[in-house]
């Protein structure tokens, strides 16, 4: 006797008509449904109170729409590049919850970290929460084949988030195709590289493609150095699927668009999809990550400590038994280097015998196995898919809008024009648009 399974498709339209439109209209939470006003009644002919979509929205979590839903953000059309980015938000609760750093806030706590992928259009093709404590380098690779088998797109550009010998080779081997950068201290610029100029840019700017000077065997990556005539030298590189798919020279472009294909559009997605407001307060309890981490560590450096004092000990007793040689045979200066050497043995003994017992009280201070909470996300994955269809219809919205106009205008101010109750107006240098 599901609820949800007695609607007629009509109401189930509009109430999820409802959630789509609800961040237009300046509503996040679904309790604003009560405080603020909301044309819905003009627009769907069916107000809502918060109660009813709240309800709707956990008959949805019930059935995990989000798996459903998902498959609405996939275009008609392939696209030849997907940009993959991670989103990290911040959660209060007073529960023990595992915790990441949250970088708009620059704080480790609790929270979530959306995975949210677009195509080299610009809309949002998938999404998938984990917890913060999970960096994105764990599931990148497994959430890319998802998207490949989704969407035909086997061509990522990821940040230096995923900058590493061992996640090029992951993609190579699933032949899957990765552009991404070097960090800064990983090369001395042009120098750490058997390079040929390929271009030279109207800026003076010059453009190198090569390996390494020093042969990497293990290493499937091709880089391109970028030098400009003045500043840092930036290097990206790609596995051998962006070769074959990419010029080299494209390939600093192709990275740059990230910025405006995923950094802007999560701004925008705050500003006007309430991107960053949590849904659902149910947890699942589980074993605590952070004390596993700990303790594998710390196990780690005490099975190490217990080697080192097992040589040392073997040490000591080897120059117990010289010192004794020396004084049964009446050593004179042979016998004080040896007792010298002894007592310094005896000492890096103590040294290891006193690190090992740190190291076993540390281990013994984390105490029997903890449990943590994480988030369920299947709320939070629903409304961010309804974010990411919003973001998709507005961005095709003004794709249309602006090829009919011959002035230049920015989403927000449509958005004021057409949803502000109160009325708004744009100003031009010849016209006032009320």
Not at 243 to 249: A, F, P, R, S
Request: with cysteine.
């Amino acid at each position: 006797n599901f609820a949800l399974l007695h609607h007629r498709d009509q109401t189930l339209r509009r109430r999820f008509a409802a959630l789509f439109l609800a961040p237009l209209f300046g509503i996040e939470t679904l309790t604003a449904f009560d405080t603020r006003e909301q044309p819905l009644q003009t627009l769907l002919g069916q107000g809502y109170h918060s109660t009813t979509l709240s309800q709707f929205l956990g008959q949805l979590e019930r059935i995990d729409a989000a798996a459903a839903l998902l498959p609405a953000l996939v275009p008609d059309k392939a696209s030849q590049i997907t940009y993959v980015d991670g989103h990290m938000m911040a959660y209060w609760s007073r529960a023990s919850m595992h915790k990441g750093k949250i970088t708009m806030l620059g704080r480790i706590m609790a929270g979530s970290h959306a995975v949210i992928a677009h195509d080299d259009t610009g809309h949002a093709v998938c999404v998938e929460y984990h917890p913060p404590d999970i960096h994105l380098s764990q599931v990148i690779v497994a959430y890319c084949q998802k998207v490949a088998l989704a969407t035909g797109s086997a061509l990522f550009v990821i940040d230096r988030a995923v900058n590493s010998l061992a996640m090029a080779c992951a993609f190579a081997q699933q032949g899957l195709g990765l552009l991404c950068m070097l960090d800064d201290n990983e090369h001395d610029g042009l120098a750490s590289f058997a390079a040929t100029e390929v271009a030279t840019l109207a800026d003076g700017t010059r453009v190198y493609s090569g390996p390494w000077k020093e042969a990497h065997p293990a290493d499937p990556r091709d880089f391109v150095i970028v030098e400009p005539a003045t500043g840092k030298t930036l290097v990206y590189w790609g596995t051998p699927q962006v070769k074959d798919t990419l010029e080299v020279t494209q390939w600093p472009s192709v990275y740059r668009e990230r910025n405006e294909r995923q950094e802007n559009s999560f701004k925008r997605m705050i500003d006007h999809g309430a991107l960053n407001t949590n849904y659902g307060r149910k947890k699942i309890i589980g074993p605590d990550r952070h004390q596993q981490r700990a303790r594998a560590k710390l196990d780690q450096a005490v099975q190490a400590a217990q080697q080192r004092l097992g040589t040392k000990a073997e040490a000591l007793k080897v120059q117990q038994d010289k010192v004794a040689e020396s004084v049964s045979k009446g050593h004179g200066k042979r016998l004080e280097q040896r007792q010298r050497a002894l007592v310094s043995l005896a000492q890096e003994v103590q040294d290891a015998q006193d690190t090992h017992g740190q190291l076993v009280a540390q281990a013994q201070a984390l105490g029997p196995p903890r449990q943590r909470a994480d988030r369920d996300f299947r709320k939070q994955t629903i409304m961010t898919v309804r974010t990411l269809l919003l973001e998709n219809a507005l961005t095709s919205f003004m794709a249309v809008l602006v090829g009919t106009l011959t002035m230049k205008v920015s989403l927000d101010c449509i958005l004021h024009i057409l949803f502000e109750r109160s009325g708004a107006r744009m100003v031009t240098g010849s016209q006032m648009i009320y």
